[in-house]
């Protein structure tokens, strides 16, 4: 079946250091992905999408790459700061509609 | 970026009553609306695709009969959970996208039920 997964369920960093978060997917090749955050009880917010044939993607303190040898799309955030702390989620499009398949999510915690 | 609206943010009902949430693109007409379920500590898990003017299309194991959509307008999707059980209790989203395989989706705030 086809997976996309984030295999770290929590991350924590010291303020000021790059967090870099994983999502793999396994037997299929998007054509993107896309990253979101979400904080407690709230929706989704888009972040950054990445198309297959673009190697990195850049959005102020954020990076994100695609790798399709290794089936992989890795988040950075540069000098992380406390109000980074969320959950970050990878998400393919799906069928006809793009309807979005999420990860499972990564909880990221940023300490002073 | 454009804006969907849920309401309510949270509701309590009682067990075996039907709870109403509705889902509206502010200022975009919204071609597609989606409903996701997220339970605590898990990511979202996608329900239904619901167009407008016509049928919803749901996801394997997801109960038609107990989960309905109405996609009435271009503004306006809603989604009934009928005869709601405390295992219904979930975080429940919605998004929007602007155009059929619009690659960015608009999600709404959330709506907290709690099945008592």
């Known amino acids: 079946s086809q997976k996309i997964e984030q295999n770290s369920e929590a991350l924590n960093i010291q303020e000021g250091k790059t967090a870099t978060l994983t999502c793999n997917y396994t037997?299929?090749?998007?054509?993107?992905l896309q990253w979101y955050r979400q904080d407690p009880g709230r929706g989704p917010v888009f972040l950054l999408l990445?198309?297959?044939?673009?190697k990195e993607k850049r959005k102020e303190r954020l990076k994100v790459t695609f790798d399709t040898t290794l089936k992989q799309s890795l988040f950075h955030i540069t000098a992380s700061q406390p109000a980074d702390s969320a959950t970050y989620l990878c998400a393919r499009l799906s069928g006809g509609y793009n309807k979005l398949i999420f990860g499972a999510g990564t909880r990221l915690a940023v300490h002073p | 970026g454009a804006v969907v609206s849920q309401h309510p943010s949270w509701v309590i009902c009682k067990s075996g009553t039907s709870v109403k949430i509705e889902c509206r693109s502010l200022d975009f007409q919204a071609t597609t609306m989606f409903w996701y379920r997220q339970f605590p500590k898990q990511s979202l898990m996608l329900m239904a695709t619901s167009n407008e003017g016509s049928k919803a299309t749901y996801e394997q194991g997801v109960e038609k009969d107990k989960f309905l959509i109405n996609h009435a307008s271009l503004t306006l999707s809603t989604l009934t959970v009928t005869s709601a059980h405390p295992e219904d209790s979930s975080f429940y989203i919605c998004?929007?996208?602007?155009?059929?395989?619009?690659?960015?989706?608009?999600f709404g705030q959330g709506t907290r039920l709690t099945v008592v």
């Open positions: 037997n299929y090749s998007p054509a993107y």
């Open positions: 998004s929007a996208i602007q155009r059929r395989a619009s690659t960015e989706a608009f």
């Open positions: 990445i198309r297959e044939n673009e």
